[in-house]
T-cell receptor, first 114, second 112 residues
Framework: KAGVTQTPRYLIKTRGQQVTLSCSPI?????VSWYQQTPGQGLQFLFE???????NKGNFPGRFSGRQFSNSRSEMNVSTLELGDSALYLC?????????????FGPGTRLLVL | DQQVKQNSPSLSVQEGRISILNCDYT??????FLWYKKYPAEGPTFLIS?????DKNEDGRFTVFLNKSAKHLSLHIVPSQPGDSAVYLC???????????FGDGTTLTVKP
């Protein structure tokens, strides 16, 4: 099976712009979670989607949003980018929702905000 | 308030010896614990997990120990190999939250 894929792998934006990142889960996986990783903060949970519904949301401002499509693919959007949004954004998929499902991570999208 | 803590940012061991990576948590609702391995510029890779109903889980060279009373878990790698050099992330979750909370990671270096 193909792994989790994320596009694009690298992105450079300027402050104030908005960005959309894409995640394709492993075939058959219906749950997708997004994480932000920064050097000082480690992995921070953004949100989790299952069956096109957001199940959980982390402690991030409303500028961060996401959605999931009927084929389980997910996108996350960050509007009005700030310098502090520069990070590695990781997507993880699992068969189903919940804490005991093993998550499989994609390679991430490296976002640089100038 | 960081609920999952890996207090050692780095660990260096000799090839063939045992590596012990530690993780502490504060949330007593956590009932499932995982270890991930991460290389630079890549996503974490699942390594091993343990449910709170167990105190030990073993998979080849990797063993995870859970001490619920101390809210502490550890990952033992025996014998350590140079290819084990990576960042190791501890994660914990509870059934209600449905998400994993990660520690900051410990960078393991295994010297030949």
């Amino acid at each position: 099976k193909a792994g989790v894929t994320q596009t694009p792998r690298y992105l450079i934006k300027t402050r104030g712009q908005q960005v959309t990142l894409s995640c394709s889960p492993i075939s058959g996986h219906r749950s997708v979670s997004w994480y932000q990783q920064t050097p000082g903060q480690g992995l921070q949970f953004l949100f989790e989607y299952f069956s096109e519904t957001q199940r959980n949301k982390g402690n991030f401002p409303g500028r961060f949003s996401g959605r999931q499509f009927s084929n389980s693919r997910s996108e996350m959007n960050v509007s009005t980018l700030e310098l502090g949004d520069s990070a590695l954004y990781l997507c993880a998929s699992s068969l189903g929702p919940g804490s005991k499902e093993t998550q499989y991570f994609g390679p991430g999208t490296r976002l640089l905000v100038l | 308030d960081q609920q999952v803590k890996q207090n050692s940012p780095s660990l260096s061991v000799q090839e063939g010896r045992i590596s012990i990576l530690n993780c502490d948590y504060t949330n007593s609702m956590f009932d499932y614990f995982l270890w991930y391995k991460k290389y630079p510029a890549e996503g974490p890779t699942f390594l091993i997990s343990i449910s709170s109903i167990k105190d030990k889980n073993e998979d080849g060279r990797f063993t995870v120990f859970l001490n619920k009373s101390a809210k502490h878990l550890s990952l033992h790698i025996v014998p350590s190999q140079p290819g084990d050099s990576a960042v190791y992330l501890c994660a914990a979750s509870d059934a209600n939250a449905g998400k994993s909370t990660f520690g900051d990671g410990t960078t393991l270096t295994v010297k030949p």
